[in-house]
């Protein structure tokens, strides 16, 4: 059963204009969140995370915000740029055991010029 | 940085043989995980390990074995391939599993089984 997903399996967004992916989770006992970033060929990269104490996080022009009562978070980009096109991966881990990443499903991001 | 490599970008293989996918990283890192990616199911963890010689099953280990017998390097083997692991494997490091350090991962290996 996906603990982690990411119902849109894609989102095309204008350059310049905000991009917003979406995640939802079932664990509540997930208390860490992380974005990654995938272009074809390469493995994933870390782009953001978000610890549950906190209900947003900012680095440059990534944003995420975690809603822990929807068990919910987002990932802002602004402005987005056509470097951003990519497919992007939600993961969750909790404090207890491996602490090992549970990844959703993954959204593919087009950022049209 | 931290750098995670995979012995081969593309690989094809026939029904029924053995195949060896092997990952190095250089940062002596405690942990180490093989992942493998499909459409429209993300990233699935077949097996991780700790530490040397220590393995755990992940989600979806059958299939699959493992061996880490140096600290650098952590091999994923396909006792007997067939058509339903055709796939991206993707290796992964952690420094440990006592951090929330994120993973890194290598560039992947896609593996096609004829």
């Known amino acids: 059963d996906q603990q982690v997903k990411q119902n849109s399996p894609s989102l095309s967004v204008q350059e310049g204009r905000i991009s917003i992916l979406n995640c939802d989770y079932t664990n509540s006992m997930f208390d860490y969140f992380l974005w990654y970033k995938k272009y074809p060929a390469e493995g994933p990269t870390f782009l953001i995370s978000i610890s549950s104490i906190k209900d947003k996080n900012e680095d440059g022009r990534f944003t995420v915000f975690l809603n822990k009562s929807a068990k919910h978070l987002s990932l802002h980009i602004v402005p987005s740029q056509p470097g951003d096109s990519a497919v992007y991966f939600c993961a969750a881990s909790a404090a207890h055991g491996a602490n090992n990443l549970f990844f959703g499903t993954g959204t593919r991001l087009t950022v049209i010029p | 940085d931290v750098k995670v490599t995979q012995s081969s970008r593309y690989l094809v293989k026939r029904t029924g043989e053995k195949v060896f996918l092997e990952c190095v990283q250089d940062?002596?890192?405690?942990?180490m995980f093989w992942y493998r990616q499909d459409p429209g199911l993300g990233l699935r963890l077949i097996y991780f390990?700790?530490?040397?010689?220590?393995?755990e099953k992940g989600d979806i280990p059958e299939g699959y074995s493992v061996s880490r017998e140096k600290k650098e390097r952590f091999s994923l083997i396909l006792e007997s391939a067939s058509t339903n692991q055709t796939s991206m494997y993707l290796c992964?490091?952690?420094?440990?599993?006592?951090?929330?350090?994120?993973?890194?991962f290598g560039p992947g290996t896609r593996l096609t089984v004829l």
């Open positions: 390990s700790y530490d040397v010689k220590m393995k």
């Open positions: 992964a490091s952690r420094l440990s599993s006592w951090t929330r350090d994120t993973q890194y």
């Open positions: 940062m002596d890192h405690e942990n």
